[in-house]
């Protein structure tokens, strides 16, 4: 990877909340062409509005988002899907009345002609959906549910997938399944920003990470280094 290309996003000095008092303040995340980061922090601190800002759902009020060299701040979901984000939520992530199939579909809705071929391009990696896909999406276990919001996301082959909280209400199998298709996710090329309470789990996968409190940023580095980090542990993993 080139020292001088662009990151595959930043988040600069974001600013953002639900009413006139901001969540977070002068919030910045950058991930590299190639990364996960996770953020990690204590409920309230910001994490999921984070993401909500830069997937649009959320106005910024101060600070932009760029993808890939080129800036989006202020765009609507559906315009940053085309330009190369994919937002996966912790709840309400799958169409339920809709077949697997159906699901992905959906997650492809600008493919035309590459459909089919991009649906069995995302079978390969999640193999498990391949027989079940006439199968209901409510039908589908959570772990089920969350590999079928992780295909339905790739079908576009996002530069960036944003996820919050992949791994939350799921059993410990299915846990280490869902962090295992984010790792072969991110190792196909697509770079990865997770906001995850299983924060250990998360950084063990990832290759930096930052600490969010009270609406700021506290910390960022290597992963590894977090992890090892007394600070870290003792407040944020609970040792």
Do not use: C, W
């Amino acid at each position: 990877m080139s020292g001088t290309q662009a990151p595959a996003l930043l988040a600069e000095g974001i600013t953002s909340g639900y009413t006139e008092v901001p969540i977070i303040r002068n919030v910045s995340v950058s991930v590299a062409h190639g990364e996960i980061v996770t953020i990690i922090g204590p409920n309230g601190a910001g994490k999921s509005t984070l993401l909500k800002t830069i997937f649009g759902f959320l106005r910024a009020r101060t600070g932009r988002v760029v993808v890939d060299g080129a800036e989006v701040t202020g765009m609507p979901p559906e315009r940053l899907v085309r330009r190369g984000l994919a937002f996966v939520p912790q709840t309400d992530n799958v169409f339920g009345s809709l077949s697997v199939r159906e699901n992905l579909t959906m997650g492809g809705f600008t493919l035309g002609a590459e459909m089919e071929q991009r649906i069995e391009r995302v079978l390969g990696l999640f193999p498990l959906l391949a027989p079940r896909l006439r199968e209901r999406a409510d039908r589908l276990s959570g772990g089920q549910r969350q590999t079928l919001a992780l295909a339905r996301a790739l079908m576009l082959d996002p530069t960036v997938l944003l996820l919050d909280e992949p791994s939350a209400s799921l059993s410990p199998v299915m846990v280490e399944s869902v962090f295992s298709h984010v790792a072969a996710i991110n190792g196909q090329g697509t770079a990865v920003l997770m906001i995850e309470q299983n924060a250990r789990h998360a950084l063990a996968i990832s290759h930096r990470g930052y600490v969010l409190a009270n609406g700021e940023n506290r910390l960022e580095g290597p992963a590894a280094e977090l992890l090892q980090s007394d600070d870290v542990r003792r407040l944020y993993l609970g040792e």
